[in-house]
DNA sequence: TGCACTATTTATCGATCGATAAATGATTAT
DNA sequence: ATAATCATTTATCGATCGATAAATAGTGCA
């Protein structure tokens, strides 16, 4: 009833896969099976999508709960696999152009359904690898910028950021972030330039920062000018 | 087991309560439990919780599919039954106190663990009512913030947003609401003062609106200085 | 006070879940 | 060619799920 070769009364030939295979195509179809059932999705749903028998899933992996973890592991470092934070700091170019680089590429690694779809899930899970992420955001992404932007605007950039400072770079990471959130969880139209979108938050970023945290300091209204000039492509 | 009491030998008095309150006691309830333990909660836990039995609550409820149901129509509609997008387009207000106003009354409706959390679990089902919520957002809140700042800047208010109006009122938007979810969701710190941030995301919504569109119409460039002169209270 | 009504509980069903043990069959080494 | 090895399947267990039927007990009315 199961396998349609087997109902009609020819007999599946039996894959053998070795070890390896196996078990990074369970990892790959698995990280698609929960991202759209979400981790209450069936072991045996699963193992019929991937054209095995439910127990052998557990030759490779000892729980559930076990082959879930990879999920998480996987979806959560491979974006991060990347230097495209360290080229954050490369100041031989200019804030804007490495701010579009970064979130241009960053989005392309995690604007899709299957990521979006795993954060989200494990986020209201609560679990450690997700508050690891949100914090990694903070400390390698958000605080870099902070500080490349107060080296541009040519304030001190020793001091750890305020907490002023990070909450705009979060409101701006945000609404970059919720794009994708309504174009892949959502399904809602968005506007299809997405590089556009991002240009667009950039530049209102920049100047928010400038105008928001200006007041506390003549230094930064001085040189408000040059970056809102800039902004003027 | 189940019972202290009961085990303990003393009879817990059975208690008798109307339907309507018991219906209505039941929805609150399961409100908080699904938000915590997502749908996929059991109902003899939820019965547990409740202080009854679970076959109780097919009594009022058809099935758990139509309590669920009930749960979102309460989430949804709440925060909604209010004028509050109404005075959005009271002209005799500046269009920042409106602002300002609106975005306040409303995060205090939404910001909480339970509503963001069944937000976030029936936007990844799919519903219908979360996307007919999200296109309540952007025809109802979005568009007339756009409409409003198109008279504040002097523009005709004729005309539909366009996509790119929509997306930059998107990008707001989203950066405040992902306020709340690092606060209730992520539970990380955030910059205690709400109404900070909201006050610095509209400066900041304000300027990029006349930036980014301003450059196709002399007249918004004209209106621009006054806009932005205004920010600096 | 006793009876009718019904809110609530007890008992239980069939389906499905994660997981384990034993049987089977494909591959590899001798 | 045959035996050993191990990937894979078949069969099954106990727990838990949503849901239903029948028994019980609290409440209001005569």
Redesign the pocket.
């Known amino acids: 009833m199961r396998k349609k070769a087997k109902a009609a009364g020819i007999p599946v030939?039996?894959?053998?896969?070795s070890?390896e295979d196996?078990r990074k195509e369970f990892i790959r179809k698995a990280t698609e099976f929960f991202a759209e059932e979400g981790f209450n999705g069936?072991?045996?749903?699963l193992a019929r999508r991937l054209g095995?028998?439910?127990?052998?899933l557990?030759?490779y992996f000892p729980?559930?709960?076990d082959l879930i973890r990879e999920v998480y592991r996987k979806v959560y470092l491979e974006p991060l696999d990347s230097d495209w934070e360290k080229r954050l700091s490369d100041r031989s170019r200019p804030l804007r152009d490495r701010l579009q680089y970064f979130y241009v590429t960053y989005t392309d690694a995690i604007f899709n359904r299957v990521w979006l779809r795993i954060y989200l899930f494990s986020g209201l899970k609560g679990l450690d690898i997700n508050r690891w992420y949100v914090g990694t955001v903070r400390d390698k992404i958000l605080t870099r910028i902070i500080k490349e932007w107060r080296f541009e605007a040519g304030l001190s950039v020793q001091s750890k950021p305020t907490a002023k400072e990070l909450e705009l770079a979060w409101v701006f990471h945000g609404g970059i972030f919720y794009y994708g959130v309504r174009k892949f969880i959502y399904e809602s139209p968005v506007l299809e330039d997405k590089e556009r979108m991002i240009a667009d938050a950039i530049d209102t970023f920049l100047i928010g920062m400038t105008r928001a945290l200006g007041k506390n300091s003549r230094e930064v209204s001085r040189n408000l000018n040059r970056l809102e000039t800039t902004a003027d492509r």
């Not at 030939?13 to 896969?17: F, N």
């Not at 095995?52 to 052998?56: A, F, M, Y």
């Open positions: 030939k039996q894959k053998r896969l070890p196996r069936g072991t045996r749903e095995v028998t439910q127990p052998l557990y030759r729980s559930k709960e």
